[in-house]
T-cell receptor
Framework: NAGVTQTPKFRILKIGQSMTLQCTQDMNHNYMYWYRQDPGMGLKLIYYSVGAGITDKGEVPNGYNVSRSTTEDFPLRLELAAPSQTSVYFC??????????FGQGTRLTVV | AQSVTQLGSHVSVSEGALVLLRCNYSSSVPPYLFWYVQYPNQGLQLLLKYTSAATLVKGINGFEAEFKKSETSFHLTKPSAHMSDAAEYFCAVSDLGTGNQFYFGTGTSLTVIP
């Protein structure tokens, strides 16, 4: 049981480049989330999804896009990378009121 | 709206001493409260959760937390700190409403001194 899998683990982007952070869960969870974690700031919600085909903005959605074509996958897209998007990104999934499971994170640096 | 305040971004305790990490919440509805732990270069792992059952919640690794509605608090404690407890701890609140959104505090880094 792999849980929540994020790829890549590390990435360096140049300003203006684009990339997709992948997130896959094999627990058939309906809820999925993307967070960013910055030092001293805790975790901020970027986007979330309550099921396939349904997504919504969180606290800090600007500069990001998501899609949810299947229950398992919830990719996060950065279209025009900016230094302010340097962060650690976590994907999580949840079923009902149960425990939220987190991926190992993607450490992104924009230079 | 939900929010969480964690008092003290850094806490140091001696090995064997009491661990107390503070969390106060704000919620317009009965909250669900959580403590997560993050070890270096890892994702977050659930320590314990309060979901309106018993107010004293026991979690993994000897941690427990008490929900106090009158104080809007959910402090995390452990009677005797171990070196392996050194990590970042996050308190989170959710109303399990639209999107089951979680709102995290800014975290408390726990250092255990040998």
């Amino acid at each position: 049981n792999a849980g929540v899998t994020q790829t890549p683990k590390f990435r360096i982007l140049k300003i203006g480049q684009s990339m997709t952070l992948q997130c896959t869960q094999d627990m058939n969870h309906n809820y999925m989330y993307w967070y960013r974690q910055d030092p001293g700031m805790g975790l901020k919600l970027i986007y979330y999804s309550v099921g396939a085909g349904i997504t919504d903005k969180g606290e800090v959605p600007n500069g990001y896009n998501v899609s949810r074509s299947t229950t398992e996958d919830f990719p996060l897209r950065l279209e025009l990378a900016a230094p302010s998007q340097t962060s650690v990104y976590f994907c999580a999934s949840l079923f009902g009121t149960a425990e939220a499971f987190f991926g190992q994170g993607t450490r992104l640096t924009v230079v | 709206a939900q929010s969480v305040t964690q008092l003290g971004s850094h806490v140091s305790v001696s090995e064997g001493a009491l661990v107390l990490l503070r969390c106060n919440y704000s919620s317009s509805v009965p909250p669900y409260l959580f403590w997560y732990v993050q070890y270096p270069n890892q994702g977050l792992q659930l320590l314990l959760k309060y979901t309106s059952a018993a107010t004293l919640v026991k979690g993994i690794n000897g941690f427990e937390a008490e929900f106090k509605k009158s104080e809007t608090s959910f402090h995390l404690t452990k009677p005797s700190a171990h070196m392996s407890d050194a990590a970042e701890y996050f308190c989170a609140v959710s109303d399990l409403g639209t999107g089951n959104q979680f709102y995290f505090g800014t975290g408390t880094s726990l250092t255990v001194i040998p």
